[in-house]
């Protein structure tokens, strides 16, 4: 086998050099058709895509009328293909289609025009064409292909029915087809997205068993465990999830399997298992930032908030760049708030108001505002409710807060007509009860205060 393989290496670089040296010497002239589809046809075999289209553009180019130029035309455009030179690839495969008998097999060349569509982000034309492949021949070599890449289509287009539906088309016709796995666990993924847990439930629990050496394997063990959480399986799902980290614990899915661990005890409340998790957590080596971030909110759900602060402390120093860096100091500085630290506060809630976390960064701006006006730093205090209501899109509550905080700025900063327009806005539209309560009684005292006093009644002059 190795001897072939060098025969074959010393015909295909000795013909190579032919092609790029500009043609072969007169004793050869007869046989050059046939080298330069030799070097093209075993040159894409062994993935040299480059030697293999320089070949076959040579040989379509020199030999339009050679009987072979159909077959050359369908491999040039998946030599270019595998090159991702797309347009061009996409061109071939049309002209293939247009030659009588079409190359390859059948419905081939079209196949490869709707998978070159679809690397080149055209999803709706790719769509198109597989659909009108498996109309036309649903038994072609390349149907179960086809039928994959419809489904794939769909889910770019934003169609997850129309693409479970491609899925559970292919299962239910190509069962024992390679990409059967595949296929199975995207479907289920879908339904997931379709709001479908216990469909998906379905799919994955027999996943590892007829499956156990696939790549997807360990995806589709987090994925069932996070399907049984949301199906209200609570038990199994944790156990699924406990499983997967345990055997998986440098998988990209890893950290949010924690997470869903934590999220799922939290929502439960069960303190014993709570207190495992933390100390699991905590004792994560190496540690991570999502891990110490969960364990801060399970101790504080334990009440252990001295626990919880030191997890979040250790996440700003471990992982200062990491984005949930900011939502730590953000939950510090409203532990600190709540004590009556308000220096603490504002300093902790200052990092957290540049988050690029759109969330993160409105609360800790309202923080930093409540903290300096309780130092009596107003002008501070403005600056940061001003810049929280500023945000586009900000929710109406956030907003109204923001906005009555400001009115109290410049009401102590001696701005009482601007805060009374402020105070007017939050009493007539806020959405919290309260707080519109709260500015009504404002508005209203600084109405009192801005009133000019009463003059004294003029009296009558004695005659």
């Given at each position: 086998?190795?001897?072939?393989?060098?025969?074959?290496?010393?015909?295909?670089?000795?013909?190579?050099?032919?092609?790029?040296?500009?043609?072969?010497?007169?004793?050869?002239?007869?046989?050059e058709?046939?080298?330069?589809?030799?070097?093209?046809?075993?040159?894409?075999?062994?993935?040299?895509?480059?030697?293999?289209?320089?070949?076959?553009?040579?040989?379509?180019?020199?030999?339009?009328?050679?009987?072979?130029?159909?077959?050359?035309?369908?491999?040039?455009?998946?030599?270019?293909?595998?090159?991702?030179?797309?347009?061009?690839?996409?061109?071939?495969?049309?002209?293939?289609?247009?030659?009588?008998?079409?190359?390859?097999?059948?419905?081939?060349?079209?196949?490869?025009?709707?998978?070159?569509?679809?690397?080149?982000?055209?999803?709706?034309?790719?769509?198109?064409?597989?659909?009108?492949?498996?109309a036309?021949?649903?038994?072609?070599?390349?149907?179960?292909?086809?039928m994959?890449?419809?489904?794939?289509?769909?889910?770019?287009?934003?169609?997850p029915?129309?693409?479970?539906?491609?899925?559970?088309?292919?299962?239910?016709?190509?069962?024992?087809?390679?990409?059967?796995?595949?296929?199975?666990f995207?479907?289920?993924?879908?339904?997931?997205?379709?709001?479908?847990?216990?469909?998906?439930?379905?799919?994955?629990?027999?996943?590892?068993?007829?499956?156990?050496?696939?790549?997807?394997?360990?995806?589709?063990?987090?994925?069932?465990?996070?399907?049984?959480?949301?199906?209200?399986?609570?038990?199994?799902?944790?156990q699924?999830?406990?499983?997967?980290?345990?055997a998986?614990?440098?998988?990209?899915?890893?950290?949010?399997?924690?997470?869903?661990?934590?999220?799922?005890?939290?929502?439960?409340?069960?303190?014993?298992?709570?207190?495992?998790?933390?100390?699991?957590?905590?004792?994560?080596?190496?540690?991570?930032?999502?891990?110490?971030?969960?364990?801060?909110?399970?101790?504080?759900?334990?009440?252990?908030?001295?626990?919880?602060?030191?997890?979040?402390?250790?996440?700003?120093?471990?992982?200062?760049?990491?984005?949930?860096?900011t939502?730590?100091?953000?939950?510090?500085?409203?532990?600190?708030?709540?004590?009556?630290?308000?220096?603490?506060?504002?300093?902790?809630?200052?990092?957290?108001?540049?988050?690029?976390?759109?969330?993160?960064?409105?609360?800790?701006?309202?923080?930093?505002?409540?903290?300096?006006?309780?130092?009596?730093?107003?002008?501070?205090?403005?600056?940061?409710?001003?810049?929280?209501?500023?945000?586009?899109?900000?929710?109406?509550?956030?907003?109204?807060?923001?906005?009555?905080?400001?009115?109290?700025?410049?009401?102590?900063?001696?701005?009482?007509?601007?805060?009374?327009?402020?105070?007017?806005?939050?009493?007539?539209?806020?959405?919290?009860?309260?707080?519109?309560?709260?500015?009504?009684?404002?508005?209203a005292?600084?109405?009192?205060?801005?009133?000019?006093?009463?003059?004294?009644?003029?009296?009558?002059?004695?005659?």
């Open positions: 086998m190795l001897a072939r393989r060098l025969a074959t290496g010393v015909m295909a670089l000795g013909v190579a050099s032919l092609i790029y040296s500009g043609g072969p010497p007169p004793v050869w002239a007869i046989a058709a046939d080298r330069l589809w030799l070097v093209g046809e075993h040159a894409f075999a062994d993935r040299l895509y480059a030697v293999s289209r320089r070949a076959l553009e040579r040989f379509v180019k020199s030999y339009p009328t050679e009987a072979r130029v159909g077959e050359a035309t369908l491999l040039l455009g998946k030599s270019q293909f595998g090159l991702r030179e797309f347009q061009a690839a996409l061109e071939n495969f049309r002209k293939a289609q247009r030659l009588t008998p079409p190359p390859g097999r059948p419905e081939e060349a079209r196949f490869w025009e709707a998978e070159t569509l679809f690397r080149l982000k055209r999803y709706a034309e790719a769509r198109a064409v597989y659909d009108a492949l498996l036309s021949n649903a038994a072609a070599p390349v149907a179960p292909d086809a994959y890449g419809l489904a794939w289509a769909d889910l770019e287009l934003k169609r029915e129309a693409a479970a539906g491609s899925f559970h088309q292919f299962l239910a016709a190509w069962p024992d087809s390679p990409q059967a796995p595949s296929a199975t995207y479907l289920a993924r879908t339904l997931v997205e379709l709001k479908k847990p216990a469909d998906a439930i379905a799919l994955l629990a027999p996943f590892a068993r007829r499956y156990p050496n696939h790549a997807l394997a360990p995806d589709a063990q987090y994925l069932l465990g996070w399907s049984r959480l949301a199906a209200g399986k609570s038990s199994e799902g944790l699924d999830l406990r499983d997967f980290v345990a998986h614990p440098r998988h990209e899915l890893t950290v949010a399997a924690r997470r869903a661990i934590a999220d799922a005890l939290l929502k439960g409340g069960k303190k014993s298992e709570l207190g495992q998790e933390y100390q699991s957590l905590i004792a994560q080596a190496p540690p991570t930032a999502e891990g110490l971030y969960d364990a801060g909110l399970i101790a504080q759900q334990l009440g252990r908030q001295k626990d919880a602060e030191a997890a979040w402390r250790r996440l700003r120093t471990e992982f200062p760049k990491h984005a949930l860096a939502r730590a100091s953000l939950e510090l500085a409203q532990a600190a708030f709540k004590r009556s630290q308000f220096k603490d506060a504002a300093a902790l809630a200052k990092p957290a108001s540049e988050s690029d976390d759109e969330a993160v960064r409105l609360e800790a701006l309202l923080v930093v505002g409540e903290s300096e006006l309780k130092q009596r730093r107003f002008q501070p205090a403005l600056k940061a409710f001003q810049a929280a209501a500023a945000t586009e899109g900000i929710d109406a509550a956030l907003r109204y807060r923001a906005l009555a905080g400001s009115g109290l700025a410049h009401e102590e900063l001696g701005q009482v007509q601007e805060a009374a327009r402020l105070y007017a806005q939050v009493a007539a539209d806020s959405p919290d009860k309260a707080l519109k309560q709260w500015a009504k009684d404002r508005l005292a600084v109405r009192a205060k801005s009133k000019p006093p009463a003059q004294p009644k003029a009296e009558k002059p004695k005659s």
